[in-house]
Nanobody
Framework: QVQLVESGGGLVQPGGSLRLSCAAS????????MGWYRQAPGKQRELVAR???????NYADSVKGRFTISRDNAKNTVLVQMNSLKFEDTAVYYC??????????????WGQGTQVTVSS
């Protein structure tokens, strides 16, 4: 099995910053894309940012220029630095990882979610 443990959520004022981190552990044969989705109340889960094993990144238009995703392949961790936070960034943020656990088994794994609240 694979576990993803997230940390770093919390309450922040508009314009503030937070950094979320996620560490993957367990039966990891190969680790492919990692990243973050978020889900606000009453809305569908949406991609925030993802990063490939080689470091290529993809961002939602709504966070471009404000969020920066990075990963440490040696530690199986992914971070997202969130700056200039807005009210609409309030959501539960979920870490995900595309993991191969054996030559014949590969799927996405998810963290438990961490709450980010932007409020004055």
């Amino acid at each position: 099995q694979v576990q993803l443990v997230e940390s770093g959520g919390g309450l922040v004022q508009p314009g503030g910053s937070l950094r979320l981190s996620c560490a993957a552990s367990g039966s990891i044969f190969s680790l492919y894309d990692m990243g973050w989705y978020r889900q606000a109340p009453g809305k569908q889960r949406e991609l925030v940012a993802r990063v490939t094993r080689g470091g290529s990144t993809n961002y939602a238009d709504s966070v471009k220029g404000r969020f920066t995703i990075s990963r440490d392949n040696a530690k199986n961790t992914v971070l997202v630095q969130m700056n200039s936070l807005k009210f609409e960034d309030t959501a539960v943020y979920y870490c995900f990882a595309d993991v191969r656990t054996s030559p014949s088994s590969r799927r996405d794994y998810w963290g438990q979610g961490t709450q980010v609240t932007v409020s004055s």
